[in-house]
């Protein structure tokens, strides 16, 4: 029974209203309860959809995120902030980076986790050999840290299971590319906004590159074909590495091998010094500096002819 039904019944009941009067305002109380009950219920205010991260896609813009979690295919979370560059971590897998110009950082495919480090998006694969375990040392020394090669598994058949873990990644090609790699097979191609990289026991092939080259390979297959601009360096120990001049290199180019073989453009080959040995090379009018390094590895830059197809 409604309060208002109860202060009608009172007043019957105390003589303040007649018992006609009561019955008809009990009936135009219940009459005013059913037109309430009946009436339909104002709509409630639309809450505004909240739109899917897009983040990777064509054309996507960033929005806010937190965490890390792990995307298994077809995407990244969003960002804070501007990202200048893009960290790809990876072991004993196959890794292949495309340069995309329709995507607003990257677009990452294959099981992954994705973070931010200030304006640098880093792409993990989720094995246990993927990500360092402890910090890097202050001189920056190799891969993950002081590396070993009794890090490697003790298994073939443990090291071929991760090579079945893909990722796939596409990049605005403006943005920097640091790698870092341990037993993977790598391809790259059409960035243009730089490469930095670190591989050890593993295969790079680099496409149409521009920018600054910043690349150290150990016990390593290296094959790139690209631009070099500004200060570049490439460092080969017990490896083997060829950088392919591509047309509009401008470089000053100054090589140093020890123990190892170094071919440089219109020089003859340096071969099993002992102590250092520099060479020296102009291609164009050596506006750009490349500064090769050979440690017990075969090493040759060459400069692209007209109608030779890149690597």
């Given at each position: 029974m409604s309060d208002e039904l109860e202060a009608i019944l009172r007043s019957v009941a105390s003589g303040e209203m007649s018992p006609d009067a009561a019955m008809k305002a009990i009936d135009e109380q219940k009459a005013r309860e059913a037109s309430a009950t009946s009436a339909p219920s104002?709509?409630?205010?639309?809450?505004?959809?909240?739109?899917?991260?897009?983040?990777?896609?064509?054309?996507?813009?960033?929005?806010?995120?937190?965490?890390?979690?792990?995307?298994?295919?077809?995407?990244?979370?969003?960002?804070?902030?501007?990202?200048?560059?893009?960290?790809?971590?990876?072991?004993?897998?196959?890794?292949?980076?495309?340069?995309?110009?329709?995507?607003?950082?990257?677009?990452?495919?294959?099981?992954?986790?994705?973070?931010?480090?200030?304006?640098?998006?880093?792409?993990?694969?989720?094995?246990?050999?993927?990500?360092?375990?402890?910090?890097?040392?202050?001189?920056?020394?190799?891969?993950?840290?002081?590396?070993?090669?009794?890090?490697?598994?003790?298994?073939?058949?443990?090291a071929k299971s991760w090579k079945e873990h893909q990722l796939e990644i596409r990049v605005n090609p403006e943005l920097l590319l640091e790698l870092e790699t341990t037993g993977a097979e790598v391809k790259l191609n059409g960035l243009v906004g730089g490469l930095k990289a670190r591989v050890v026991a593993s295969s790079l092939k680099a496409d149409r590159l521009r920018g600054r080259l910043d690349v150290e390979a150990v016990s390593s297959s290296v094959k790139i074909s690209a631009v070099p601009l500004g200060e570049s360096r490439l460092t080969a120990e017990s490896s083997s590495a060829r950088l392919t001049l591509l047309n509009g290199s401008d470089l000053r180019i100054s090589g140093t091998n020890r123990m190892g073989r170094l071919q440089l453009p219109d020089r003859p080959a340096s071969t099993m010094p002992l102590d250092d040995q520099v060479t020296e090379s102009v291609v164009g009018s050596g506006r750009d500096l490349l500064q090769v390094e050979a440690v017990m590895s075969s090493v040759t830059v060459g400069a692209q002819v007209w109608d030779e197809a890149p690597l």
């Open positions: 104002a709509p409630a205010p639309e809450q505004p959809t909240p739109a899917s991260p897009a983040f990777g896609s064509p054309g996507s813009g960033s929005s806010r995120s937190s965490g890390t979690p792990t995307f298994r295919a077809g995407g990244t979370p969003p960002v804070n902030g501007t990202i200048t560059a893009v960290r790809v971590l990876g072991s004993y897998r196959s890794v292949q980076v495309t340069a995309d110009p329709s995507v607003a950082q990257l677009y990452v495919t294959g099981t992954h986790r994705v973070s931010q480090e200030g304006t640098t998006l880093i792409v993990s694969g989720t094995g246990p050999l993927d990500e360092p375990t402890g910090p890097r040392p202050a001189n920056g020394g190799n891969l993950f840290g002081n590396f070993s090669f009794s890090d490697l598994p003790r298994t073939l058949t443990w």
